[in-house]
């Protein structure tokens, strides 16, 4: 849309997250009046709360959405590039499962406080923060602000963006609205952060990576931080979680599943930090439409939280900033008719990734079918592409990824089946033939054998027996 067209076209964003953040720097691009309401204190003023990490993985989606406001090369360029998983086995060894080709890699950094940063050079931008939203009446397109040790504020916007998270305030807007489907569901997997610090000013271990310590059942992760720190987020099914509760049942439980982390968090550390705070909650929203009316939308985890094992949830908003490129109130409906299936998509994604990553990784199998992935994509690279690629380095819909990885799995799978039924009955074939041709010798030998071990000259005639 030209400038020209939204003077005086206000847009309210609900919610200071990555995602209200980058919509700011969109709409305000285009020209739009923007305000931001955030019911938290900035988070680049606050101190760091525990169990809310601020570095974020960027992947390629993520940075399409960056290189649309022109900042792209400025975060990128401040991040840290990782290129594959670092897995660490109970016993101490290390392997590296890469992401995708060389050039294919994970950007770690800190995008919010950079995207804040950005909103407020624009002059027809406003960032309010400790504004919690009260009311929102998408159909009178109003909002009804609570400011601390104030009265409450009351605005009229063109449209209103809804990026207040998982329990969104603007969402209960629409599920007073009939026809208007919404499901969550919490996992039975909490998780809770650790820190790694830094070693001699370094980073304790190979910064460049992902690094998974995958346990079946649950898993830790770690990841670099710019102080050089790690953050490492164990997740676990909530009663074991209960199960410890004290130092030493804690530091005997990291002796047994996470060894060579101990060293690197700290005994003492481990054992008290461990109970700063509970296991947090994973949740997941699906909800359609994410319009109502045509001053009013849902976007981010308000309209679709998703687990965090694919890190998508912010490398997904590239996709919605097309609604800024027409006139908002008339391209809603279609917004929500090509999000809500890819959104639906890449909830179960992320969902398939958690098991990846805490089990599938420990597998020769899955090792295997992984490099026979890549080699079929490297010898037929727009036909057969692998799972990671399709979600992570491109900007495939995230509904016919889905589709597509299940018709390569078919695929896949019958050609292995019908090589190893080949290999099976060359076997067979071979086998046959050699008994043939030996049948006659083989009883005469183990005779002669057996004759040998019986007048006690054959030295080696135990083994024989054995074999």
Known sequence: MESSNVQGKKVAIVGGGLVGALNACFFAKRGFHVDVYEAREDIRVSSFARGRSINLALSYRGRQALQAVG?????????????????HTLLGKKYSIPYGKKNQVLVLSSTCSCLFAAAEKYSNTNLYFGHKLIECNAELGTLTIKRSGQLPLEDTYDLIVGCDGAFSTVRKQFMRQTCFNYSHEYIPHGYMELTIPPRDGDFAMEPNYLHIWPRNTFMMIALPNMDKSFTCTLFMPFEEF??????????????????????????????HDFFLLPAQAMISVKCSSYHLSNRCVLMGD????????????????????????LSPGACLPEFSRLRVPDDHAISDLAMYNYVEMREHVNSTWFIFRKRINNLLHTLMPSTIIPL????????????????????????INRGLFIMGAAGLGGTYLLVKRLTRDWCFFIPNLWGWCHYIRNIGNFPFSIQVAQM
């Open 71 to 87: 900042l792209e090369e400025q975060i990128v360029s401040k991040g840290i590039p990782m290129h594959a998983r670092r897995i």
């Open 388 to 411: 990671y690629t399709m979600v992570t380095f491109s900007r495939i819909r995230y509904h016919e990824v889905l589709q597509r990885w299940k018709w390569q799995e078919k695929i």
């Open 242 to 271: 209960e199960k410890l509760k004290t130092g030493e049942q804690v530091l005997d439980f990291f002796q047994t599943y996470f060894p060579d982390s101990i060293p690197l968090i700290g005994e003492q550390e481990l054992k």
């Open 302 to 325: 308000a309209a679709h939280a998703v687990v965090p094992f694919y890190g998508q949830g912010m490398n997904a908003v590239s996709s919605q900033l097309a609604l800024c490129f």
